[in-house]
């Protein structure tokens, strides 16, 4: 099906000081309540440092890709953020298959789950070109991001199509998988490639979704049906996040 125009889906982010995350409730502390001794008596080392549960906020800023780790001909978008989960135009709404939630949900905040513990996004065009690449950083408690994960592999294992809505008009969104043996970027990682057609509007999208520990990162690459495609500045972001990632979550649980 040949769909003009093509619409770069992030050329029209809206700015916001906060990045537009959506708000969270924070979650719940981890402390846990009394506990059983242990075999061995239960005597606790009160020497030991507790392990945090998830990355912090500066380490998710930490963890971001910079303008640097770009090749040239990338601009840095300032105070611009993924998140268009607050009701816009641009929302894209999952229909009657719960399983494939998790692929909107990137699209719409760039994140997985909304009980994350810190956020942190970028966002790069490139001169001259509607191509944008982005980042989302999040932290979790590990089990939340593990089950997030797996719902996402799921997701690109059995949402190869879809229906959902955007601004009250029917979407059909495809989900493919590279083909061949892919690379693994962190403790796990999940590469897809997503096309959504509302009308006579289409947005392509490359995405790569990492995490370490129970820190999770996507990186996304929004592209027109001119140019390089941005893959030489994807695969850097990506490459590049994960070290980062690794980095920041390297202390935590």
Not at 107 to 116: F, I, K, S, V
Not at 204 to 218: C, E, K, M
Request: hydrophobic fraction near 40%; charge should be neutral.
């Amino acid at each position: 099906m040949d769909v003009r125009p093509r619409r770069v889906a992030l050329a029209a982010l809206v700015a916001a000081s906060s990045l537009l995350l959506a708000a969270c409730d924070g979650g719940s502390d981890s402390a846990s309540g009394p506990g059983k001794a242990s075999d061995s008596g239960g005597k606790k080392d009160k020497g030991a440092p507790s392990v945090p549960a998830a990355i912090t906020a500066d380490q998710a800023q930490q963890a971001l890709v910079a303008l640097t780790d770009l090749p040239a001909g990338w601009k840095l978008e300032p105070n611009t953020g993924l998140d268009k989960s607050q009701g816009g135009e641009d929302e894209l709404v999952n229909g009657s298959r719960p399983e494939c939630a998790p692929i909107t949900a990137v699209l719409n905040t760039g994140r997985l789950e909304e009980d994350h513990k810190a956020n942190a996004q970028v966002v790069f065009t490139k001169k001259g070109d509607q191509t944008t690449v982005a980042q989302d950083v999040s932290g979790y408690e590990r089990a939340v991001a593990e089950k997030a994960m797996a719902g996402l592999r799921t997701a690109v294992e059995k949402c190869a199509a879809f229906d959902a809505k955007q601004n009250g008009k029917k979407a059909t969104v495809k989900v493919k998988k590279p083909a061949g043996q892919q690379q693994k970027y962190g403790d796990e990682s999940v590469s897809y490639a997503v096309n959504v057609v509302v009308g006579d509007m289409q947005m392509d999208f490359d995405l790569g979704t990492v995490r370490s520990h129970g820190a999770i990162t996507t990186v996304l690459n929004n592209y027109p049906d001119h140019g390089d495609r941005g893959k030489a500045a994807f695969a850097k972001a990506l490459t590049k996040a994960t070290e980062k990632l690794t980095a920041a979550a390297a202390k935590t649980a």
